[in-house]
């Protein structure tokens, strides 16, 4: 049973920063695929930031040089987010993708609130 659990969400001025964490618990490896998505109201879900199965990166066009994921371990990955802006506002999600019975399936964490005042 794969589980996520996210942190580190919260309220902060525009120009300040976050950083999110995600613990996963279950049979990981780090050649799962795991990373960041985000919605904001009204907004569909968007890839942020995550790790290829390759372990090389993929971040959404808004975020490159602002965003950095890092992955401390398997079970671990984390989004330091600076510069943040108001348009950074939305529910960020942490995922990964687990392999069963030949099927890939995206488990997703409950999600962490992350406010941009302006």
């Known amino acids: 049973q794969v589980q996520l659990v996210e942190s580190g969400g919260g309220l902060v001025q525009a120009g300040g920063s976050l950083r999110l964490s995600c613990a996963a618990s279950g049979t990981i490896f780090d050649t799962n695929r795991m990373g960041w998505y985000r919605q904001a109201p009204g907004n569909q879900r968007e890839l942020v930031a995550a790790?290829?199965?390759?372990?090389?990166t993929n971040y959404a066009d808004s975020v490159k040089g602002r965003f950095a994921i890092s992955r401390d371990n398997a079970k671990a990955v984390s989004l330091q987010m600076n510069s943040l802006k108001p348009e950074d506002t939305a529910v960020y999600y942490c995922?990964?993708?687990?392999?069963?019975?030949?099927?890939?399936?995206?488990?997703w964490g409950q999600g962490t609130q992350v406010t941009v005042s302006s």
């Open positions: 790790f290829t199965s390759g372990g090389s």
């Open positions: 995922y990964v993708v687990v392999r069963s019975n030949n099927l890939e399936r995206v488990h």
